[in-house]
Nanobody, 122 residues
């Protein structure tokens, strides 16, 4: 089992920045790829970014490329999502997930956190 806890969400004005954190406990964190997803009201959960177990490979959704950066610190069992240039359309609950593969598919993630709310005002 892997337990994931997100933090760092909040209310920010358009153009602002937030850094989300996802702390992991349980089985070996460094053996998992990690991903960030988001879900807005009335919409399906969508892929944001993913990072391989080593941190050497990252992928981003086109909608956040160039604005968001995913990173991880295996010594701290934590994955981060730095979000810059936030837009109102980034408003959603953000979830982190753990998978055996760095992928954009929600079905490949075995563990999920409870989510953290990000609200971007215009």
């Amino acid at each position: 089992q892997v337990q994931l806890v997100e933090s760092g969400g909040g209310l920010v004005q358009a153009g602002g920045s937030l850094r989300l954190s996802c702390a992991a406990s349980g089985r070996t964190f460094s053996s998992y790829a990690m991903g960030w997803f988001r879900q807005a009201p009335g919409k399906e959960r969508e892929f944001v970014a993913t990072i391989s177990w080593s941190g050497g490979t990252t992928y981003y959704a086109n909608s956040v490329k160039g604005r968001f950066t995913i990173s991880r610190d295996n010594a701290k069992n934590t994955v981060y999502l730095q979000m810059n240039g936030l837009k109102p359309e980034d408003t959603a609950v953000y979830y982190c997930g753990a998978s055996t593969l760095a992928t954009s598919s929600t079905r490949r993630y075995d563990y999920w956190g409870q989510g953290t709310q990000v609200t971007v005002s215009s």
